[in-house]
């Protein structure tokens, strides 16, 4: 089979309007082979849509892309040989078996009714479905739905995969095996491209990620450079006392050089730490605040320091906090 | 009673193995894309299976004709003809067509319904012939069809119903019908891809089917119509249709009315099959 060596996904100034929702409105994007790719944002960025128009499901008003060298577009045919996507939504059929499902599809694929359930059977088992082959898909649990989501896509051995959303809605342990899975996907030569709304998994897996906002991709890079940019971490603080608030604030402030984001709950604060502006790193930062505030004399509860949200992620790139809408609402209702 | 309630065996984890993973993953020799008219019968296997997990969409196809027959017949029978059974001898072949052409809508309302789902979406993600999801969905349905009919001959047969053309002229009719119905469905996969909701779907469904099922030769003759009505009546492909499984079904042949028939089902899947794939196409 042919490897191809240049980039898998070129996409230049994608836009797509849905009525006067403007879904995206420039997009570019640069996905090497081989390595998964994060499109990170919160619901209504544009995410989605991005994929579905790569995915050759939707057509951009405007601009460009290819996969793997072919036009998304004129070429959708050759493109839809090479990819598979798993969706948000059911992307099997919940009324048939898991096994039903992959028989289908692997006959789709062009096997002979034996190859088709042997395909299927190998791929119930290497996904841990095996005991589940002969019951409906609409009463699998939702770890199981995404896994069998999952085989369904990479029953053609795709050489470019489109994840949207794949641990969305799903318990900590399912989600690890959604990124274990990911992990032997992309080993195997696979290209992954990933949407998610939580930094901590692009993190985890991408190997490049693009912070996606109102259609437009605001900041690219590893996953390094990004959080140099913004912040490796953040601190939160809960106080004993709510009337040391303002006082903690000033301290923080002066101790960490950022903006100390004060929360709805009065004794909680939310504090950058480990941004490109320190030769500190950040937990040297957080333990050099917390000194402060116990010399001070201020009582702290509980404090912890993590990964920065999504939310701290868009405020320091765009100082607005992350916007949520219902994309493919928009789209569903603008494509009627 | 013990309030030990078992929570059942402890459902043994999956630990995905990046070897089981790349067994299946390895490459292997892509088979060749199959062709249009085998992608369209995987599709129609999918409906059968759909059939099999829920069998209770058969209930329109059975139930709904059976009171179709059994209500027009003994309606109207008594004051159209001398007796019901003279009345089934002209009404039956009519009333099949209009139950089996009713069904049709349900391809629409299933479309609709799939679509909100997700499920098209992986398969318009596919290598495969384009209309094939579609057309294989319609080829399920005409098992509905076929069946539909049986039912309908079944209860027109035991009330009384003696068709003069025996089985090839039974046969015969059903076959005109059934071609109809799967030209007519692409009028309802258009509308399943364009409106918004399977109440939308439903509703159209009954404001183009009622109107051209009653204003028809199916339960009076359009003699006794005004002459504007009649016009209508005589344009209408369900009248073609009627009066072609009537003469067939009673052992004559009605060749204007046949032609008519198969016209209008070409031109229902030129006009309708090309504006469906072409909503598909561009969602």
Redesign the interface.
């Known amino acids: 089979?042919k490897r191809t060596t240049g980039p898998a996904i070129e996409a230049e100034g994608l836009t797509r309007s849905f009525g006067d929702t403007r879904a995206l409105a420039g997009i570019d994007l640069r996905v090497p082979a081989g390595t998964v790719y994060g499109l990170l944002g919160p619901n209504g960025a544009g995410k989605t849509t991005a994929v579905?128009v790569l995915?050759?499901?939707?057509?951009p008003d405007g601009g460009r892309a290819r996969v793997f060298g072919h036009d998304v577009v004129t070429e959708a045919?050759a493109v839809?040989?090479r990819?598979?996507?798993t969706?948000q939504?059911?992307?099997?059929?919940?009324?048939?078996?898991g096994l039903?499902n992959l028989m289908?599809?692997a006959?789709?694929?062009?096997?002979?009714k034996p190859?088709a359930r042997e395909?299927a059977e190998?791929?119930l088992?290497?996904?841990?479905l095996t005991d589940a082959a002969d019951r409906?898909v609409k009463k699998y649990s939702g770890?199981m739905r995404r896994?069998i989501d999952i085989a369904?896509s990479?029953l053609?051995?795709p050489d470019l995969l489109f994840l949207d959303e794949p641990t969305t809605g799903l318990d900590p342990?399912s989600r690890n095996?959604v990124w274990?899975?990911v992990?032997?996907?992309v080993?195997?030569g696979?290209t992954v491209l990933l949407t998610t709304q939580y930094l901590d998994e692009a993190d985890q897996l991408a190997g490049r990620i693009a912070v996606v906002d109102h259609g437009r991709v605001i900041a690219e890079g590893t996953p390094g450079e990004l959080k140099s940019s913004v912040g490796s971490g953040s601190i939160h603080l809960r106080l004993r006392d709510p009337g040391q608030r303002p006082e903690a604030e000033r301290l923080l402030q002066a101790a960490l050089g950022v903006p100390v984001q004060l929360e709805p709950d009065p004794v909680a604060l939310t504090a950058r730490v480990g941004g490109a502006g320190s030769d500190l790193d950040a937990s040297a930062q957080a333990a050099r605040a917390l000194g402060d505030l116990a010399h001070a004399g201020i009582v702290v509860d509980d404090f912890s320091l993590g990964q920065p949200s999504l939310d701290e992620v868009f405020l320091a790139l765009t100082d607005h906090p992350a916007v949520t809408s219902d994309e493919r609402d928009d789209e569903l209702e603008a494509?009627? | 009673m013990s309030n030990a309630t078992t929570t059942g065996r402890a459902p043994s984890v999956y630990v995905p193995s990046a070897e089981a993973l790349s067994t299946v993953l390895a490459p292997g020799a892509r088979p060749p894309r199959p062709n249009a008219l085998s992608a369209s019968l995987t599709f129609g296997w999918r409906a059968l299976l759909k059939i099999k997990h829920v069998p209770e969409q058969l209930f329109d196809v059975t139930a709904f004709p059976i009171i179709m027959v059994l209500m027009f017949t003994y309606l109207f029978g008594g004051a159209l003809a001398d007796s019901p059974r003279d009345y089934l001898q002209f009404f039956l072949p009519g009333i099949m067509v209009t139950s089996v052409v009713m069904i049709t809508m349900y391809t629409g309302i299933g479309l609709n319904t799939d679509i909100e789902k997700g499920v098209f979406d992986r398969f318009r993600t596919l290598s495969i012939w384009r209309p094939a999801p579609l057309v294989g969905m319609i080829f399920g349905d005409v098992l509905r069809y076929v069946l539909a009919a049986v039912v309908i001959l079944c209860v027109g047969l035991v009330l009384g119903f003696r068709p003069d053309g025996g089985l090839p002229g039974v046969l015969a009719g059903i076959g005109l019908l059934v071609v109809f119905s799967f030209a007519f469905s692409w009028v309802w996969t258009f509308f399943g891809l364009v409106l918004r909701s399977e109440k939308s779907v439903m509703g159209v469904s009954m404001m183009v089917l009622f109107p051209l099922t009653f204003l028809s030769n199916v339960f009076v003759d359009p003699a006794t119509m005004p002459g504007w009505l009649q016009a209508f009546v005589k344009v209408n492909p369900i009248t073609q249709l009627v009066a072609s499984v009537r003469a067939v079904m009673s052992g004559t042949s009605d060749p204007s009315a046949t032609m008519w028939t198969l016209l209008w089902s070409a031109g229902f899947v030129v006009v309708f099959g090309t504006l469906t794939m072409y909503r598909y196409n561009r969602r």
């Open positions: 089979m579905r995915a050759t499901l939707l057509r045919d839809r040989a990819m598979s996507l969706g939504y059911a992307s099997v059929d919940e009324d048939l078996t039903e289908l599809l006959r789709l694929l062009g096997h002979r190859a395909r190998g791929m088992a290497a996904f841990g409906q770890g896994r369904a990479i053609n051995t342990r095996q274990e899975i992990r032997a996907v080993a195997h696979t494509a009627r």
